[in-house]
């Protein structure tokens, strides 16, 4: 057996397809992980022992991860590229700050991916998220427009795609990649909804170095994990302003002498991100009497 270090691209019914600088290999993973009911993910970095005849073995090791998500179940990844669409599907700007929220509670740095500005350039949304202070991108799958930014911006790192269907993930992908490296989906001219179209996590290797996965639909708000009083730090645009308010249990909603509304009263604040804060909070409102009933 001849060992290696490599990263786990993909894994299906059991078997683990490791990157290692000697090539791909496919392995199970060893019996111990069971008995600690401990499963590889995607992303990790992990040991393998290799049968030098056969070209496969076994998951010996997995090294210590940086975070670990949920949905999708992928290990060290670094940033999180939002897609939202310019158009067709028609822009949700609160799913867009949901995705957003969620990767600021992975600890994920967000890269923010307007995509389909062949059909409409989307400079006004663009700047409320530049303004908010994110980074963020105007890009066309279609025409190219502006992939090499992108694609300077996934080097040497591991970027999970999340966004609703039909606003281009698997096509920004493949473009960057250059071939169809994951299935795409046509969008629906009646509902304007494309059909999920990506069945299994899996790390795509950059030429220049990095990884990119395409998610099978990417969960957001872990509602369990967030307390009221946690919401306002998921927008981060909100930071400088937190301390101004007249009431130390503010709920930066409604209430008189609320620092976060002065902002957006100001316009230092976009007053769609404020009311996706606001609809945030109160499904971790409810979600925290459901808990207590």
Same mark, same amino acid.
């Given at each position: ?13 059991? @078997? ?11 392995? +199970? ?68 700050? &949901? ?5 600021? *509670? ?31 991108? *105007? ?13 300077? &911006?996934?080097?040497? *790192? ?7 269907? #039909? ?10 990649? #250059? &071939?169809?490296?994951?299935?795409? #989906? ?38 369990? *994990? ?8 998921? @927008? +981060? ?53 459901? +808990?207590?009933?």
């Amino acid at each position: 057996m001849t060992e290696y270090q490599g990263r786990i691209i993909k894994g299906i019914g059991g @078997f683990y397809y490791v990157d290692t600088v000697d090539g791909l290999f496919e392995c +199970r993973a060893r019996g111990v992980f069971r008995k600690e009911k401990i499963t590889p993910l995607v992303g990790d970095t992990v040991r393998i022992e290799i049968d030098s005849v056969s070209g496969t073995g076994f998951v010996s090791e997995i090294l210590p991860r940086k975070n670990a998500l949920l949905r999708p179940p992928v290990a060290n990844v670094t940033q999180m590229a939002v897609v939202m669409a310019t158009a067709n599907p028609k822009p949700n700007l609160y799913l867009l700050d &949901k995705l957003i929220a969620a990767a600021e *509670q992975a600890e994920l740095e967000p890269l923010i991916c307007w995509n389909k500005t062949d059909l409409d350039d989307g400079e006004e949304l663009a700047v409320i998220y530049q303004r908010a202070g994110f980074t963020t991108l *105007q890009l066309s799958a279609e025409t190219g427009w502006n992939l090499e930014l992108l694609r300077e &911006k996934l080097r040497n *790192q591991i970027t999970v795609f999340a966004g609703n269907t #039909g606003v281009g993930k698997s096509s920004l992908i493949n473009r960057i990649l #250059g &071939k169809e490296a994951f299935q795409t #989906g046509a969008v629906s001219d009646r509902v304007e909804r494309g059909k999920h179209t990506t069945r299994h996590s899996e790390l795509a290797p950059l030429p220049d170095g990095g990884y990119i996965i395409d998610t099978p639909g990417f969960g957001s708000l872990d509602m369990s *994990q967030l307390a009221p009083d946690n919401c306002g730090l998921l @927008f +981060r645009e909100f930071m400088p302003y937190l301390d101004d308010c007249t009431f130390r249990d503010c709920s930066h909603t409604v209430e008189k002498g609320c620092g976060v509304l002065g902002a957006v009263k100001n316009g230092e604040i976009h007053p769609s991100r404020h009311e996706s804060y606001c609809r945030i909070y109160q499904e971790v409102m409810n979600a925290q009497k459901r +808990r207590r009933n």
